[in-house]
């Protein structure tokens, strides 16, 4: 047997396998079994690379313990091509609902059509899709990614009111995903016609501490006067000052920092004087989210998009009355 042929035995292999662990998962019985208990909710998340990730993940665990849904929970790794296997275990399986967090806004089409034509209703969070049928899916609640771009800008535009010359750098999350596309433009349309503000650096730190940490030593060797870093959350920000407190350079002072996630590791750097600005993307969205698989699995619509709360920490803040942010 040549690779090829071995690799699509093993691909469907590791189909099956999965389908069994799911029926295993849902203990004795078969598809047809009427004694299936309750809502039972297929959640594909794309991984764990940030502390807010896994709030965001426990957010949704302990939502449905709560509401007693059987929850199929895959963990992608951080790989598209996963998180569709994970989605079509989930047809077979013949779950009531589906929810995904996408970890890129492309090549979703073929997999939310399959599960359109199964039936099953498609609940997107966090994360958005690019598609030219909003008919694949009943509806997102997740973050509004160009508002928390906005807000970045704004704070800045007030801290540098009348400077001359702003020399921005950005670390952006991972490529393709809608949350980083959203910060970037956001940031850059609130920045229109204010030219004393440029982008003189902007790369992909994949929303990971150690990429942070890892772009920031090589912008210090490639541009010897930065006045911002806005990263577009708190792990590389972490990852950026872990590479400051190597120079004798003094984060929040020498260099204005602008983070978005909110994790308490950001907000004690912001008490510290080390970052000055901390945009919150709420990552706490698991009983909205069961609450609205929920009305999905009795054929009640759902909002077409929801987004969540978020506020603004900046240095101009009284800080001590910041809630533990739990995350
Ligand atoms: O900002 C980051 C996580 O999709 C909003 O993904 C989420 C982002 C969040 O890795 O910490």
Redesign the pocket.
């Known amino acids: 047997m040549n690779g090829h042929a071995l690799r699509k035995c093993l691909h469907i292999l590791s189909l099956l396998l999965m389908t069994g662990l799911l029926f295993s998962c849902r203990g004795k019985g078969t598809l047809e079994d009427s004694s299936r208990e309750g809502l039972i909710l297929g959640f594909s998340q794309?991984g764990a690379?940030?502390?807010?990730?896994k709030c965001?993940t426990s957010s949704v665990k302990e939502a449905a313990e709560e509401a007693g849904v059987q929850l199929l929970f895959e963990n992608a790794e951080q790989k598209q091509e996963n998180q569709i296997k994970a989605l079509r275990s989930f047809i077979v399986y013949q779950v009531d609902v589906i929810a995904f967090?996408p970890i890129v806004a492309d090549g979703w089409d073929n997999v939310l059509k399959e599960a359109k034509d199964a039936g099953i209703p498609v609940l997107i969070t966090?994360?958005k899709i690019n598609t030219a049928d909003p008919s694949l899916y009943a509806g997102f609640i997740?973050?509004d990614?160009k508002q928390e771009g906005r807000e970045g800008a704004r704070f800045l535009l007030k801290k540098f009111a009348g400077t001359e010359k702003v020399r921005i750098v950005e670390i952006q999350?991972?490529e393709g995903?809608s949350?980083a596309i959203g910060r970037s433009e956001g940031f850059r349309e609130e920045l229109e016609g204010h030219d004393e503000f440029e982008i003189i650096h902007s790369v992909s730190g994949d929303?990971l501490r150690s990429r942070g940490y890892e772009l920031m030593r090589d912008i210090l060797k490639r541009h010897d006067h930065i006045d911002v870093i806005y990263s577009?959350?708190?792990?590389m920000t972490l990852g950026v000052l872990d590479a400051l407190r190597e120079t004798n350079l003094i984060p929040g002072k020498d260099i204005v920092i602008v983070t978005?996630?909110a994790?308490q590791a950001a907000i004690d750097a912001l008490i510290r004087g080390e970052v000055n600005c901390v945009i919150e993307?709420n990552?706490k969205m698991g009983p909205a989210i069961i609450d609205l698989a929920e009305k999905l699995s009795r054929g009640e619509s759902i909002p077409p998009l929801q987004h969540v709360r978020e506020t603004v920490f900046t240095e101009y803040d009284d800080l001590s009355s910041i809630e533990p942010r739990g995350y």
Do not use: K, L, M, Q
Not at 232 to 235: A, E, K, L, P, Q
């Open positions: 794309i690379e940030s502390a807010w990730r965001n967090v966090d994360r997740g973050t990614s999350g991972t995903s949350v929303f577009h959350n708190d792990g978005i996630d994790e993307c990552p």
